[in-house]
Structures are given as C-alpha cells and as structure tokens.
C-alpha cells in the first residue's frame, strides 16, 4: 500500500510529465500484448584487431521490452534469420506466444525480393 506522501510524489511526477509532453503517457502504445511489434535492427559495433568489423544483432519486444542480442561477424540476412530463429522465437513459443509484425530499418539484411531473399523467405514460413 502507497503512503500519502508516495502518492503525492507520483501525482506531482505525473504533472510534470503532463506539462512538458502534454498528455500523460500510455504505455500500450503503440502495442496491446506481447508480440504484437517486435523491432529488429543491425550495430556496428567496431573493428577488432585480427576479428574485423563486429555488428550486433539486436531484437525488442516493444511491448514488454524483453531485448535479444547477438554478435556477428557480417551485415547478412543469415544473420537477422539466425537471431530470430535460435532465440527469439523458441522464447516466445515456449510462452504460447505468437509473433505478429516485425519493425526493421528495411536495411539490405532485412528487405530484398520476397520469393528469394532469406530474411523474407523467414518472415513468410513463420507466417509473420
């Protein structure tokens, strides 16, 4: 149970937000459950010595903000398939949950001809 003086503080919180945005924050925007958009990007990271360039491949729920990384080597669309395929998505079937739109950069690794670019390919088998 909040005390008094907790519930003044958030409220001023609150007014403070409101004041400098306008409206107060809702969280289920612009999602309403788990893996309704889940967001996909590729880092570069840096250039190591006797490695090369290292990217991370990076994946968020956006509605419960559970976040997936994994580094790589190369920019290619293997590597965005392979991220969703070994850890994201045995993640949420474990849950009972299923996968709905994927937002991304429409970077080379993610877009291409849907009947022979692999990432698209992916999306399409997984019926997402």
């Known amino acids: 149970m909040y005390t008094t003086n907790a519930i003044e503080a958030i409220n001023a919180q609150i007014r403070k937000v409101t004041k400098k945005r306008g409206s107060v924050p809702n969280p289920t925007d612009p999602t309403r459950f788990p893996g309704d958009l889940v967001a996909v990007d590729t880092f570069f990271v840096a250039t190591l010595k006797g ?3 290292v990217y991370l491949q990076t994946v968020l729920d956006t509605f419960s903000r559970m976040a997936w990384g994994h580094f790589y080597t190369s920019k290619l669309p293997v590597t965005a398939v392979h991220v969703l395929n070994n850890r994201v998505l ?3 079937d474990e849950h009972g949950v299923q996968i709905r739109t994927v937002l991304s ?3 080379r690794e993610f877009c291409g001809r849907p009947d022979r670019h ?3 390919i ?7």
């Open 122 to 128: 992916f999306l399409q088998l997984e019926d997402i």
């Open 51 to 53: 490695v090369g360039k």
């Open 118 to 120: 692999p990432y698209e």
């Open 105 to 107: 950069d429409d970077g």
């Open 90 to 92: 045995p993640f949420f």
